[in-house]
């Protein structure tokens, strides 16, 4: 008896697409999607920024890692992971054991231009040179991605619709 696929947990920068190839994928194979960010802001009843700025970023982590915990449990399909989730072990052996990962590969110059209009709902990039920022997040985080990531997939110059067709061409066959 075949078993059930991993869900599909897309990693990566912010700014890599992750949220909308998240949705996109999830439509096209019809299963359910979860947006781990998305989640905690709506469990917790605050903002990412506002979570950050009273509770710190390690106590985001560990409430992102049951975030996971619980989309996993009921049984989601296809999950949206915060830029850092792979800063936190506990995420990372998650990630590495219950899913097919796949990284959305960005350069810190496309994803600085993505976020742009939403750089103050994101904490991590905030500051007068994002661009700096996110290339000091990506020597500390790429290796981690690359750790759990059957996939990499560079999103620079594709539009979403190109980066859900390279994702479902990586999922291994069913």
């Known amino acids: ?31 359910s999607v979860a947006d781990l960010d998305a989640m905690l802001a709506a469990e917790a009843g605050r903002s990412i920024p506002e979570l950050f ?11 992102e890692r049951r975030a996971m915990e619980a989309a996993l449990a009921a049984g989601v399909r296809v999950l949206a992971c915060g830029g850092g989730i792979v800063t936190d072990p506990g995420s990372r052996a998650l990630l590495a054991t219950r899913c097919h990962v ?33 290339a000091a997040l990506a020597r500390e985080r790429d290796p ?25 061409a990586a999922l291994p066959p069913a």
């Open 1 to 31: 008896m075949a078993s059930e696929p991993r869900p599909i947990a897309l990693v990566g920068s912010m700014g890599a697409g992750k949220t909308t190839v998240a949705r996109a994928l999830g439509e096209r194979l019809g299963v």
């Open 53 to 63: 700025e009273t509770e710190g970023e390690s106590e985001f982590r560990r409430r």
């Open 102 to 134: 796949i990284w959305l590969a960005v350069s810190p110059e496309v994803a600085a231009a993505r976020i742009r209009d939403q750089r103050a709902g994101r904490p991590l990039a905030a500051g007068p040179n994002p661009v700096a920022r996110l």
């Open 144 to 168: 981690l991605y690359a750790g759990v990531a059957a996939t990499r997939i560079e999103t620079d110059h594709r539009t979403p619709a190109e980066v859900l067709e390279a994702v479902l």
